[in-house]
Nanobody, 121 residues
Framework: QVQLVESGGGLVQPGGSLRLSCAAS????????MGWNRQVPGKEREVVAS???????TYTDSVKDRFTISKDNVKNTMYLQMNSLKPEDTAVYYCNAEIRRRWSDPWYKYWGQGTQVTVSS
């Protein structure tokens, strides 16, 4: 079994900051790319940021220079530091990770349960 558990969401005023965490646990042999997506009701899930096993990062244009994705390989945990938050950042944020449970297994993308981020005054 593999689990991804997000934490750190909540209510914040415009211009504020939040830090999301995503901890991977269970039977894990190796983790490849990890990422954050977000979804607003009635809209498709949007890719926010991703980080490869080597540490290369990508961001969607709307969060560049405001969000920072990082990870701790020892703890199998990924983070999303969100600064200068805007009301349009309001969404449910989901983490995902490509994981192999054993060396012979193919990569499989796992998802967390989601954490709500609300930016409002």
């Amino acid at each position: 079994q593999v689990q991804l558990v997000e934490s750190g969401g909540g209510l914040v005023q415009p211009g504020g900051s939040l830090r999301l965490s995503c901890a991977a646990s269970g039977s894990i042999f190796s983790i490849n790319t990890m990422g954050w997506n977000r979804q607003v009701p009635g809209k498709e899930r949007e890719v926010v940021a991703s980080i490869t096993s080597g540490g290369s990062t990508t961001y969607t244009d709307s969060v560049k220079d405001r969000f920072t994705i990082s990870k701790d390989n020892v703890k199998n945990t990924m983070y999303l530091q969100m600064n200068s938050l805007k009301p349009e950042d309001t969404a449910v944020y989901y983490c995902n990770a490509e994981i192999r449970r054993r060396w012979s297994d193919p990569w499989y993308k796992y998802w967390g349960q989601g954490t709500q981020v609300t930016v409002s005054s």
